[in-house]
């Protein structure tokens, strides 16, 4: 595939690449780890159909738009913004739309490095033995004795921050190409076999019901704010990372097909990750779907202490999860990283320090908020609860109403034309549609009645 135009930090080589490295942004522990959590703490079906009607009427309309302003940019979010923004004449106010997602995607950087450290943390701990033939209690018991140790979550969240260093230090084609081609289809696979093993082993009929059987008494609008926020967090949108992905994607590929088989694969592995979990939990005495954010890290061992060659299959698996994780966290460190570069004048080496640095330090609150912190509250919240309350459902659903509204109205027409050059007329039209009037209705909707059910009603 020819490229006419390149910015300054590469270009990924094909659409394929871009295929697989945004969908290695996309899929990650918001998956795996987040989304059987807060579906099973939300009640289940009536919430997955949420997130499924906001991925398709929200996720895909505003990730086709970020991916847009990122093409047409070739820069960091904040500067394709800005340029973008110039160009088209609009109000510079909009430019505060890079910055939000850029300072929203740091502070989620800063704790999604340490729940990436369980992970890593958990491919030793299953390769030990120590969780054969373990049952729900005593699978809790070894996961809350992880949280109860600061140091060794410090030490993981620190391996786990200088891994991403590494790729990200690597540049856009050696580093982050090739990481992603190689384990993303590899980790579907895995995910094929464990879903496998949970219809033989597991409860699967309960899971399938818990996932897809609708009960709306269930349903308020937190938990539909918690849906539309799960959508952005799961898409990667509305930080800049789908942007700055966007700003190496090929001229001529079409955007919205290519979104579409992005956000496919997203909730794919979303729903079976699922599947999975909820057979186990179902199948387990001991684990409730609404164990909060320990579910993945308690019923998984359990299953796999139960079966045979478990403790090889279960360490391969949480190599896995760390590297979907790890493949999502350099996404989230990119975009800064391409900004100091063009701004400050600072080397990759530099910038990637300085930023993971940032992170890391930020990252111990989160650490210390599962145990010597674990009483301290901020609205309610404690310190990781109040970043993730934060970021996914107030910060990510603001950046995704600008960038809906400024791609929708303000941005230059003949822009947004360009960008779709390729997409067939149906889908640019129905996308031009949705992005001006469903979506930004619909999120500033969820975002109000979810902030009033939450915080005052
Ligand atoms: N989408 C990632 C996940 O689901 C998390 C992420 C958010 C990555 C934002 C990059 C940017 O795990």
Sequence with gaps: ???????????????????????GSAVGLGNMWKFPYVAGSNGGGAFVLMYLICILLIGVPVMMAEVMIGRHGRKSPINSVRDTVAESGADKRWGSLGWLGVVAGMLILSFYAVIAG????????????????????S??????????????????????????VGVVVGGVKKGL?????????????MMLVLLGFSVLKGNFAAAWAFLFDFDFAALNWRAVLEAMGQAFFTLSIGMGAIMAYGAYMPEKANIGKTILVVAFFDSAVAIISGLIIFSFVFATQGIEPSAGPGLMFISLPVAFGAMPGGVLIGSIFFVLVSIAAWSSAISLLEPCVAWLIETKNLDRVRANLMLAGFAWL????????????????????????????LTANIMLPISGLMIALFVGYAMNKKLVEEQLEGTSQTVSSLWLFTVRNIAPVAIAAVFVMGIYDKFLS
């Design 1 to 23: 595939m020819a490229l006419q135009q390149k910015g300054m930090h590469g270009a990924w080589v094909s659409r394929w690449t871009f295929i697989m490295a945004a969908t």
């Design 139 to 164: 699978a809790g018991t070894v996961f809350e004795n992880l949280l109860a140790d600061p140091s060794r979550l410090v030490l993981w969240q620190t391996i786990f921050m200088l891994l991403c």
């Design 177 to 189: 190409g090739v990481a992603v081609e190689i384990l993303m289809p590899l980790l579907f696979l």
């Design 362 to 389: 930020l990252g111990l609150g989160s650490v210390f908020s599962f145990n010597i912190w674990s009483e301290y509250r901020l609205l309610g919240f404690t310190f990781f609860d109040f970043l993730d309350f």
């Design 118 to 137: 369980w992970a890593l943390g958990y491919i030793f701990e299953v390769a030990s033995g120590n969780l054969i033939g373990a049952n729900g209690a």
